[in-house]
């Protein structure tokens, strides 16, 4: 089949180790000094190493390749972690089990008694896949990609991501698509002032954060966009 998968240049390549270090699938390992694409089908296509590599010695190609094969990933990394003495239950590392404790007063009422939250969504739809290109409401708009996660896990997010921008989620490792293609469209076709990425600390949410940095350059204009990260217990860490 053909698909999107990632070409090492190895002309390029200085030997760190940045992007075998962030392929949590294991595609990529360190051969005579250099890095080297290991197996097709450990290759997500979501490019998690490419903002590791610090001399762009990492590109996408479309090109004949096997299919991204999710459980021979997930044998592969179990064998690793056994030699280690550790299990991984599931594929993806932001996806295992995880309780989070919050400390609270025995005398505090629960939040919902104390405030009545508010919806700060100002627009439908929000699937960045179901948005369509052109709408009204993109003119002039402050553009919010977030991962789907982020609103679960951040509990002001209404108020400190959602107000008074237009909202567009999805979910790169779910989804299965490439979001950089109708992202460049709706830059290139309206007048956004703004775009402001919000993603989990979790690896797989690397596919939206370079899709929204490919849809900004590949629209030919200059805005201003930041990235603020979330880590699993709903803190912002970067």
């Known amino acids: 089949m053909k698909r999107r998968i990632i070409e090492i240049d190895r002309e390029k390549c200085n030997g760190c180790g940045a992007c ?3 392929c949590h699938e294991g595609a990529i390992a360190m051969v005579d000094g250099k890095a080297k694409l290991m197996r097709d089908d450990y290759c997500d296509g979501l490019g998690d190493c490419l903002p590791a590599c610090p001399t762009g010695a990492i590109a996408f190609v479309e090109r004949e390749a096997a299919a991204y094969d999710e459980k021979a990933v997930l044998e592969n990394r179990q064998r690793k972690m056994r030699k280690e003495g550790m299990t991984l ?3 993806c590392p932001g996806t295992q089990s995880k309780t989070i404790r919050r400390a609270e007063r025995a005398d505090e009422e629960p939040s919902y008694m104390n405030m009545k939250p508010v919806s700060r969504l100002s627009q439908w739809p929000v699937q960045i896949k179901l948005v369509p290109v052109r709408a009204p409401y993109f003119d002039g708009a402050k553009l919010l990609i977030a991962a ?3 609103a679960y896990a951040y509990a002001a997010f209404h108020e400190e991501f ?3 921008r237009i909202t567009l989620v999805g979910c790169p490792k779910l989804d299965g698509v490439d979001y950089s293609e109708k992202l460049t469209e709706i830059i290139r076709n309206n007048d956004i002032k703004s775009v402001t990425v919000v993603r989990m600390e979790v690896p797989c949410c690397g596919g939206l954060e370079n899709a929204a940095k490919t849809a900004l ?4 204009k200059f ?3 930041q990235v603020v990260t979330i880590s699993t217990d709903g803190r912002i860490v970067d």
């Open 223 to 225: 805005i201003p966009w």
């Open 89 to 91: 239950p599931c594929g």
């Open 148 to 150: 789907d996660c982020t």
């Open 20 to 22: 075998a270090a962030a």
């Open 162 to 164: 959602i107000r008074g």
């Open 217 to 220: 350059q590949n629209s030919g």
